[in-house]
T-cell receptor
Framework: AQTVTQSQPEMSVQEAETVTLSCTYDTSESDYYLFWYKQPPSRQMILVIRQEAYKQQNATENRFSVNFQKAAKSFSLKISDSQLGDAAMYFCAYRISGNTPLVFGKGTRLSVIA | DAGVIQSPRHEVTEMGQEVTLRCKPISGHDYLFWYRQTMMRGLELLIYFNNNVPIDDSGMPEDRFSAKMPNASFSTLKIQPSEPRDSAVYFC?????????FGPGTRLTVT
């Protein structure tokens, strides 16, 4: 079975600094997708970034970027120039190709210190 | 588009009562997912549909839970009878292609 592990239950970062959230996954599939979702206190699940496993280039969305290491099955999220609005739970998620269910990690709670 | 719509946003009920959660997916999406979020188990899939047909209901905890999708624009998740351990946030998500779009969730409290 596919599993997603987030080893950092909580992280904190100073405003304007950079923070990296870790995620590892286990799968025997070769074609899959990885995601980072943000869940603020409003509990809305917001897609932050997506990575296709067949792409070697790391995905980037403005201040958010990933470090995708396929052989190591590692998928970390880097947030640059952290802002107070980045404070939230962050979930790493995986799914195989096609619109199949997401498998989530347990989440990392990120605090941003002014 | 209004996004995925869920109702109610909050539900408080007593143990033994029937609870019905509702979801309206984004128009044109042919996949619909029900997830549950708890502190202990995190986010987990309950059931998902493709073109209104249930594909995988292995995450439905027990016979007290049932889900239907009578048409492309509506789905329900029913719990009968409800128990305190069913207290959680229930998310509906719809999708096509790469993405899944989540509704705002229903926070269910069973006392």
């Amino acid at each position: 079975a596919q599993t997603v592990t987030q080893s950092q239950p909580e992280m904190s970062v100073q405003e304007a600094e950079t923070v990296t959230l870790s995620c590892t996954y286990d799968t025997s599939e070769s074609d899959y997708y990885l995601f980072w979702y943000k869940q603020p206190p409003s509990r809305q699940m917001i897609l932050v970034i997506r990575q296709e496993a067949y792409k070697q280039q790391n995905a980037t969305e403005n201040r958010f970027s990933v470090n995708f290491q396929k052989a190591a099955k590692s998928f970390s999220l880097k947030i640059s120039d952290s802002q107070l609005g980045d404070a939230a739970m962050y979930f790493c998620a995986y799914r195989i190709s096609g619109n199949t269910p997401l498998v989530f990690g347990k989440g990392t709670r990120l605090s941003v210190i002014a | 588009d209004a996004g995925v719509i869920q109702s109610p946003r909050h539900e408080v009920t007593e143990m033994g009562q029937e609870v019905t959660l509702r979801c309206k997916p984004i128009s044109g999406h042919d996949y619909l997912f029900w997830y549950r979020q708890t502190m202990m188990r995190g986010l987990e899939l309950l059931i998902y549909f493709n073109n209104n047909v249930p594909i995988d209901d292995s995450g439905m905890p027990e016979d007290r839970f049932s889900a239907k999708m009578p048409n492309a624009s509506f789905s329900t998740l029913k719990i009968q009878p409800s128990e305190p351990r069913d207290s959680a946030v229930y998310f509906c998500a719809s999708g096509e292609g790469y993405e899944q779009y989540f509704g705002p969730g229903t926070r269910l409290t069973v006392t």
